[in-house]
């Protein structure tokens, strides 16, 4: 493991989550500095993170997948990844203030209720 070089790929399944995260900070929440800061801190914790995927217990194993599930915590939030083949493939990013696995994620209503 020590030396070990892991190649990052990004699904588009974590992109769309944590586009709808911003978008739910930034409209919503009405924090553009917020949304900014939330996206810089998990790229950072996932570059940090690329130099060895392995070192923490993995967290969550679905039945019908072989590789477990590695665990990034970034605030309030979850980044999921699996390893495999010397690549850490990030699938999913998860609101986890009340973490039941892979379940807990709102569904961030980013339409504007004042019409504008």
Do not use: C
């Amino acid at each position: 493991m020590l030396g070990e070089k892991y190649t990052l790929d990004i699904r588009p399944t974590f992109i769309e989550e944590l586009d709808r995260a911003v978008a739910y900070i930034e409209q919503q929440l009405r924090n553009p500095i917020a949304a900014d800061k939330l996206i810089a801190d998990v790229y950072s914790a996932i570059d940090n993170m690329l130099d060895h995927p392995l070192v923490t217990a993995p967290r969550y194993r679905p039945p019908d997948v072989q590789q477990p599930y590695y665990a990034i915590q970034v605030g309030n939030y979850t980044v999921y990844y699996i390893v495999h083949d010397h690549v850490m493939e990030v699938r999913w990013f998860r609101y986890s203030r009340s973490v039941r696995g892979l379940s807990a994620n709102p569904v961030y209503d980013t339409s504007n209720p004042y019409g504008q």
